[in-house]
Structures are given as C-alpha cells and as structure tokens.
C-alpha cells in the first residue's frame, strides 16, 4: 500500500475512534443536563407558590433557561459529529464502490478466460507440450498460481462487498439518529421559548412590586454582611495571633526586645510575618493569574464589588468575593498551599473554611461539610469539603474570597483561565 493511502486510512481511522468517544462524553453530558432540568422542574412543582417568593421562582426559572440552552448547545455538537462521521462512511461507501467495480470487471475477464480454456484436454495439452520438463514444472505452477489468484479475487470481492453493506446498514441508522437529534432540537428550542415567555411574564411581576422584592434583597444582602463580618472578625483575631506568636519569638530570640517593640508587632493590623511565613506569602502572591479554581468545573455567575443584580437590574448589590454555581455534590478545592486557620459554622447547613497562605487567606463558604480540620496543612487543589445546594433554587453555589490581611481583593484576576 502506498505511504500516503496509509497515512489517509490511519487518519480516517482515528477520527473515527475520535468521534465515537466524543460522542459518548456528549451523551453523558446530556444525560446529566436532562437530570438537572428534571431536578429543577421538581423543585418549581415541589413548592408552594403562596410560601415562594417571586425573586426565588425567577432564579429557579432562569436556572432553568441556562441547562436548556445548555442542552440545546450539546446536541448541536452531537449533530456536528454526526454529520462528520456520516460524510466519512459516505467517502469509505464511494471507496469502496469504485473498488469493487474494478475488481468485479478483472474478475469477469478472469472468469471468461477460464471458460475458454476450461477443458481438461487443453489443460493436459498445454503441460504436455513443454519442451523441456523445467518448461512443464513452471507451467503447472502458473495454473496453480492463476487458480488461486482467481479465488482470492472472489474471496476479496465478498469482503469488501460484505464491508460495503455493513457501512451502508450504518450510514442508514446514522440518518435515524440524526433525524432524531433535529426532533430533540426543536422541541427543546420550544421548550426554552415557553420558559423564556415564563421568565417575562415574572419579571412583570417583579416591576409591579419593586419595593417588596427590593426589601427580601437587602435581607439577603443583610445576610450576607453578617458573614462578611464574621470572616472579618476571624482574620482579625488571626493577625491578632500571627502577630503575638511573631512577638513571643522576636523576644526568644533577642531577649533585648523592647516592651514597646512588642506591643507594636503585636498591635499592627497587618501580619508581621516570619521569614517562613514571608516565603510563602510571595510564593502566593507570585502565582496571581495562575492559581486553579477553587471548583473543577463550574462558572461565575456574581462578580466582585458592587453591580447590579444579576436578576433585578435595578438593584445594586455588593460582593465581597466571588459566587462560582457549579454541580450538585462538587467539592471545593484549596487554590494553594497552607494552613486551615478556621472553620466556622455560619448556619446548621453552612459552613466555610479559611485557609491562610503567609498574610493571604482563601475563604470557601457555603459548604454542607468539611473535610478538614483547623490547624491542618492542605495542598493545592485539595478537596475541603462539599458545597452545599440550595433547596429553594436547587443550585450549587460557592462563594470565595481572598483577602491580604484584612483587605479584600478582587479574587477572578488571580484564577487562571479555566
């Protein structure tokens, strides 16, 4: 076989594999959209539309939307392959055809040769007229040979024919599977065009009744400002600490240290840090951009600072981090080495772990358990603990925070691209 037909039918091989893999991580994942939007569907239905607040069915509706499209995107590319896949088995049926057509045709004139010369007699005569008995030996192998290149052209005709009805028996089910993909795709996309007339319908609503809604924000932001606070109050007391502990061992180490000296280590807002600590708190700082995400797969759905919300856009809310909505069950994961400082228990069913990095610390809360314990040393991409899922909205949500010390930043600059 030539270097390049070789080459041709390695790669239509490969793409091949390829694709069926692709394929099946496709499904899954559709599998698994389909799950959610049957998940979400239960939680409208499950609860009482007197007790619901309108803000709450507007984000489970917008939930709902997004696994919609996100279904609608999947079987797309399910479509994409399908279509590659079937446009190379019609490339192999076209092969294939011109193939037998030539070796069908050989074939013919091999089998009306033979006719001619099908006689015993002119057989023997054609052996016995040799000159020589060299000249007879070779004869009879040329008819031994001519034989069996007749029935391996049979035989090749029968395999590729035989290839040829099996490639066209999956082109034919290939063309099933695809009218079944654009049927899918169109009663999604009416499906997602009644949610869509659904979510106006309630942020109608939502315009008759601003005040009322605006006041369930500003309790949840009231909320969320108490756990600013808490973690506020934790890091403070962990400068508070870092600090003494660098104070007792400046006086160990030069016991000429100063009373003055210190009280004022350990009276500073910020972490007098040890070189120890200090190697660590550049070696996080060096990593800005670059740190893995606290989650392995999900996407940030409320930016840091103040913006407005992302359902009511005539509200401004504030965020001290970021909220990152990822799968049910997910784990958080530590963005770095160090050390577990605190675990808080905000609620019965939250909880957030503090992770300290020299005079950085990543906050990860809205956790239903924890993995870890304080004064543990995690690594990077450690697994922390579960995020919890909301029962009203039925997402899965973690909220992360870095500060310096007691100050916040921006925490998406310093994730990598994911």
Not at 165 to 193: F, G, P, Y
Not at 252 to 262: D, L
Not at 329 to 355: D, H, L
Request: proline share 2%.
């Amino acid at each position: 076989m030539p270097k390049y037909l070789f080459i041709l039918v390695f790669l239509i091989c490969s793409a091949s594999a390829w694709s069926q893999t692709a394929q099946e991580k496709l499904e899954q994942r559709k599998e698994q959209i389909q799950k959610e939007i049957r998940a979400q569907e239960a939680l409208l239905r499950s609860q009482d539309k007197k007790q619901k607040s309108i803000l709450t069915e507007i984000i489970q509706q917008r939930e709902k939307i997004r696994l919609r499209e996100s279904l609608i995107r999947t079987t797309e590319k399910q479509a994409k392959i399908l279509k590659d896949e079937m446009y190379t088995n019609q490339l192999k049926v076209n092969q294939l055809n011109r193939e037998l057509k030539v070796l069908k045709a050989d074939y013919a004139k091999l089998i009306i040769k033979s006719y001619k010369s099908r006689s015993e007699q002119s057989r023997a005569m054609f052996l016995l007229s040799s000159e020589t008995f060299l000249q007879a030996y070779k004869r009879a192998q040329y008819m031994k040979q001519y034989a069996s290149f007749r029935k391996s052209q049979g035989e090749e005709i029968k395999v590729k024919s035989d290839k040829l009805v099996s490639l066209n028996t999956k082109l034919d089910a290939q063309k099933v599977e695809k009218q079944k993909l654009l049927v899918e795709q169109e009663k999604e996309r009416i499906a997602l065009q009644k949610e869509k007339v659904e979510q106006e319908k309630l942020s109608a609503a939502i315009q008759k009744d601003k005040k009322k809604i605006g006041q369930e924000i500003k309790k949840k932001q009231q909320e969320s400002k108490d756990i600013d606070r808490k973690i506020d109050r934790i890091i403070k007391e962990a400068i508070a600490e870092a600090n003494r502990k660098a104070a007792a061992a400046m006086k160990k180490a030069n016991p000429k240290t100063t009373v003055a000296e210190t009280r004022a280590i350990e009276k500073s807002e910020k972490i007098v840090l040890t070189p120890e600590a200090k190697i660590i708190s550049d070696s996080f700082k060096a990593n800005k951009g670059r740190l893995p995400w606290p989650v392995a797969t999900g996407e940030i759905t409320q930016r840091y600072g103040d913006q407005p919300h992302p359902e009511l856009k005539f509200l401004t809310v504030h965020s001290s981090g970021i909220e990152i909505t990822t799968s049910t069950g997910a784990q958080a994961r530590a963005v770095f080495g160090g050390e577990v400082f605190s675990i808080q228990y905000i609620s019965p069913v939250q909880k957030s772990v503090i992770i300290q990095h020299g005079d950085f610390f990543s906050v990860y809360h809205n956790l239903s358990s924890v993995n870890v314990v304080k004064g543990e040393k995690v690594s990077i991409k450690q697994n922390i603990g579960t995020i919890r899922t909301s029962s009203e909205t039925g997402k899965t949500v973690l909220k992360f925070l870095i500060t310096q010390n007691s100050g916040y930043t921006n925490p998406q600059p310093w994730l990598s691209a994911n």
